[in-house]
């Protein structure tokens, strides 16, 4: 994101209508940067004095870009995962225009201003490297592929040590096929891996991995390995595997690249080939630190490769704080009406809980539309007062998240589904 001649106007939004403070809890301080549909700030917590820096969003963009889902699973994500090379997130506010993420400050900058000006030395580059493929490799673990790793996603503190940020195109396992594989067509065309062109589906570790190789070849050698003015010439050599490294590149890291920039998914290196690379090691510490226990229901449930978590944690995606709670704020509702929401995990199917909620409405004369997993309760004049959004967790069980226009939900539906609900002492 980057800085703009602009930030007068842009601040202009807290200048104007807050005097710099927002929500009455933090101090704005000045813009750092915007892009399309958000503007950073950095501001002081009042009451601690600690640095942040504030994500606005607008509902509106949000809406247009058809953005919500990106937004939550940001939220979920950033809430899931505990790393000291990861922003935190400290937590998510509202109005009745914007939407806030309140995040960790780091102040040294995008790495893409830093490798803008000089090229890092082999040393630098394997350090900046090895703590990359440390946070990637912590992420796939915690069922969590970035899709978009790129030299602007990637900030220093006052340390020198990276912080990876923006989740807001990542994947996590449950949103794979049957097959393991993801179908989204995404990422920042110079990093994209080939087979994500191929719109064949493709494994999300391995696409991570490639835009990993993309970052190392431009700390060592200042430019891209694919490049041309023409975006489809360059997806040509994207596709192709067309890269040449400099004749005074070390063997070690020859390799490497070789291994990196795989066309073949198959045979591309992964985060644990990586880990035992030689010139990878050199010098390697092994970042420690605690890791956060919130009671995951997913424990000891279908263990996929590298020990990761088939599913994402339960109770990370429905124990929000309140700060958290984005029920009512995007599609459907009628404004004026109060919109209100409900949680809960069943261990009864798709199927099942669809049939008994459609009873339900039919009873109290709404129509039901269901769209995958969501389903959209309809009274007279196709006004929609309840919205249901279903999501696998484990293989037995699933979340159900609730909002409903006017307490119709309590009213009609609670009762008469309380046997939905899964009881963790009763199984």
């Not at 710099?20 to 950095?42: D, N, Q, T």
């Not at 390995?225 to 040509?236: C, S, T």
């Not at 490769?305 to 009512?328: C, M, P, R, Y």
């Not at 919109?339 to 008994?356: C, G, M, P, Q, Y």
Request: charged share 25%; with cysteine; hydrophobic share 35%.
């Amino acid at each position: 994101m980057e800085e703009t001649s602009e930030s007068s106007a842009e601040y202009s939004e807290f200048t104007q209508t807050t005097e710099h403070i927002l929500l009455e809890k933090y101090e704005i301080v000045r813009l750092l940067g915007c892009g399309s549909f958000a503007k950073v700030y950095h501001a002081r917590n009042i009451k601690t004095g600690q640095s942040v820096a504030i994500k606005s969003i607008s509902k509106k963009s949000i809406i247009k870009g058809r953005l919500t889902s990106n937004i939550k699973r940001e939220i979920a994500i950033m809430r899931q995962l505990h790393n000291p090379n990861i922003v935190k997130l400290f937590e998510v506010m509202a109005t009745k225009e914007k939407i806030y993420f309140v995040m960790e400050f780091v102040n040294g900058g995008e790495l893409f201003a830093k490798v803008a000006k000089c090229r890092c030395n082999e040393n630098l580059s394997r350090r900046y490297f090895q703590q990359l493929i440390s946070t990637v490799g912590y992420c796939h673990s915690h069922g969590v592929f970035h899709r978009d790793l790129k030299l602007e996603n990637l900030l220093l503190d006052e340390k020198g040590d990276l912080k990876l940020t923006d989740f807001g195109l990542s994947a996590v396992t449950p949103q794979s096929k049957n097959n393991g594989l993801l179908y989204t067509l995404c990422g920042t065309p110079a990093y994209v891996a080939p087979e994500v062109l191929a719109q064949k589906g493709y494994n999300g570790a391995k696409i991570d991995i490639w835009s990993c190789g993309v970052i190392l070849f431009i700390l060592s050698f200042g430019y891209l390995p694919f490049n041309d003015q023409n975006l489809m010439v360059m997806y040509q050599k994207i596709y192709k595997g067309e890269f040449c490294v400099p004749k005074w590149t070390s063997p070690g890291l020859r390799h490497l690249f070789s291994r990196l920039l795989d066309t073949n998914p198959i045979t591309r290196i992964t985060v644990d080939e990586i880990f035992q690379d030689p010139w990878f090691r050199k010098g390697y510490k092994e970042i420690k630190f605690l890791e956060h226990d919130n009671n995951s229901l997913t424990k000891g449930v279908d263990q996929g490769n590298h020990g990761s978590s088939k599913f994402l944690n339960a109770f990370d995606v429905i124990s929000f704080s309140s700060g958290l709670d984005l029920s009512g704020l995007f599609e459907g509702f009628d404004n004026s009406a109060t919109v209100e929401s409900d949680r809960f995990i069943t261990a009864e199917t798709l199927e099942s809980i669809t049939k008994k909620i459609g009873e339900v409405a039919t009873k109290g004369n709404l129509t039901m539309r269901r769209k995958d997993w969501n389903l959209m309760l309809e009274g007279q004049n196709g006004k929609l007062v309840v919205r249901i959004e279903m999501c696998r967790l484990t293989e037995k069980l699933m979340v159900v998240e609730v909002r409903s226009c006017e307490g119709v939900w309590k009213k009609k539906f609670q009762p008469e589904l309380s046997t939905l609900i899964y009881h963790p002492e009763a199984s």
